[in-house]
């Protein structure tokens, strides 16, 4: 008995990889029309092949890319482990197939299809399997009739005629499991003689093809030169703001509207801005901006500025291909969105800059200029004697009342090293500058919270205390030079 008289419904290319043929050219030679093939449920034939070609083609025009890909297959579980294992049982058992059925050095279908599938890709647009490349060819491969063949997970062991009532789509790892736990015997009585060899299929299986660019990240600082630009944007439908900004958010309600229809409720956000010139050069579908902490909307961010990094999801032109040139565009293009936000230092960074960006979160001190008010009018002696202790101070802040709707109820201490009177304005107005520790609340450290944090300026100063204007002037790690 030969190979093909005892798998009649077998493709060429299913032959040679039954016979564990590890030479890939082999896999793209000319083959006869045959009916599709019940092993790889036509999936290694010429017209799954060619159709799957002329899916990739729109996507790959939409791209740049340097001719590198890398492939990534999912396949019916019935061709890719019950019809293999059923066919390698047949032949071995007429002596036609040394290797065990299981043997893990058998050529997988999802090797022979990576041959297949690479070769045809070279051939239509010069593209190269490269281990490295930036560009993710993802290959869904479908056979609904076929699905059935698995149908043995359904049912209960103990009681195998009747079936287990689980979710109709049979999980392939569930599949995987059930199968590795068989011996060859198990697995033959499982499977039933009707399906050694595997039986004929009328319809090959569907392909849907679609393909990723790696994510690409970028990093820099921002200024916030304004007190009602929003550092990510808020939509009506997001969660009211803090009372104070209600009317500022209203001022600007309905000005603008994002891609989804939905109106913002400040006019522009420092997320804006920083991934304007991304959204423009590279298109991709999606552009997360994370930045190291946040300040309110009525709080600028001057001095160095404040780090951010945004992750781009699949960018329309490979990372490799980015060039300065195109950064530069970025960087221009962020910069005509406003007057009130300055992005700086702006550049691709490597996956490990999230990382720094966390530890920068940790360990980052802040400088703050508060303009402050008092009810009673104190002078400058007072204020310097008060305020300017040797050692700062070490508060124990209760989670301020405007943010316990989206924080934790909790008592953390934070340290301000230093308090600084820089101007007295007038008898009940003078100017602070304050460095302290990263998470630390300011406005609450003035006012006092209503006693929920200590010592507060209000409290030290014996009087009704407020902020008025507040200010981040710079942002820095005791490893970066102030
Ligand atoms: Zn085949």
């Known amino acids: 008995m030969s190979l093909v008289s005892l798998l009649p419904t077998a493709c060429p290319r299913c032959i040679l990889r039954l016979q564990n043929i590890r030479t890939p050219p082999s896999y793209t030679r000319p083959i006869r029309p045959t009916p599709p093939c019940s092993l790889c449920l036509g999936i290694l034939q010429d017209p799954a092949l060619t159709a799957l070609i002329t899916a990739l083609r729109p996507h790959l025009s939409a791209l740049r890319h340097d001719r590198r890909f890398k492939i990534n297959a999912s396949l019916p579980i019935s061709a890719s482990l019950l019809r293999d294992r059923a066919a390698r049982h047949v032949l071995h058992h007429a002596n036609l197939h040394p290797a065990s059925p299981t043997d893990p050095h058998n050529v997988s279908l999802r090797e022979a299809v990576k041959w297949a ?86 319809q090959p299986a569907e392909v849907a093809v679609s393909v990723y660019v790696a994510p690409v990240l970028f990093a820099g600082r921002y200024n916030k030169l304004s007190r009602v630009v929003s550092q990510t944007p808020w939509f009506v439908d997001a969660p009211p703001a803090a009372s104070g900004l209600a009317a500022i958010a209203r ?95 702006f550049r691709m960074v490597s996956k490990e800059y999230f990382a720094q960006m966390r530890s920068f979160e940790m360990e980052k001190k802040k400088c703050y200029r508060c303009v402050v008010w008092t009810r009673r009018e104190v002078g400058s ?29 909790a008592v953390r201490e934070r340290c301000i090293f230093e308090a600084r009177l820089t101007r007295v304005v007038s008898p009940n107005f003078f100017v ?49 030079k102030r």
Do not use: W
Request: charged share 25%; net charge negative.
């Open 117 to 202: 599938v690479c070769a045809r890709v070279h051939d239509a647009f010069g593209m190269r399997y490269h281990p490295d490349a930036q560009l993710f060819v993802d290959l869904s491969f479908s056979h609904t009739p076929s699905n059935s063949d698995a149908a043995f997970v359904h049912t209960d062991p103990a009681n195998p005629h009747k079936r287990r009532r689980l979710q109709n789509d049979v999980s392939a790892t569930a599949v995987v499991r059930a199968a590795a736990a068989m011996t060859d015997q198990q697995f033959v009585e499982t499977m039933g003689p009707r399906f050694f060899p595997p039986p004929p299929i009328e």
């Open 251 to 345: 001022a600007n309600e309905g000005k603008v509207t994002d891609q989804y229809g939905r109106r913002k409720r400040t006019e522009l956000s420092v997320e804006d801005a920083a991934t304007a010139g991304i959204r423009e050069v590279l298109n991709p579908d999606k552009a997360t901006f994370t930045a190291g902490g946040r300040e309110d909307v009525d709080v600028r961010m001057l001095g160095k500025g404040r780090p951010f990094v945004v992750e781009v999801i699949n960018p329309k032109i490979v990372p490799a291909l980015i060039e300065e040139e195109m950064v530069e565009r970025m960087r221009a293009l962020a910069a005509s969105v406003s007057s009130s936000v300055v992005i700086r230092d």
């Open 381 to 409: 002696e007072e204020l310097k004697d008060k305020l300017e202790v040797q050692g700062g101070f070490m508060l124990r802040q209760k989670t301020p009342l405007r943010v316990l709707h989206r924080r934790t109820q």
């Open 432 to 480: 602070m500058d304050v460095v302290a520790a990263a998470g630390t609340y300011i406005k609450e450290f003035v006012h006092g919270d209503h006693g929920r944090t200590l010592p507060n300026v209000a409290q030290l100063l014996d009087c009704d205390a407020d902020i008025v204007q507040l200010d981040v002037t710079d942002i820095y790690t005791d490893s970066e």
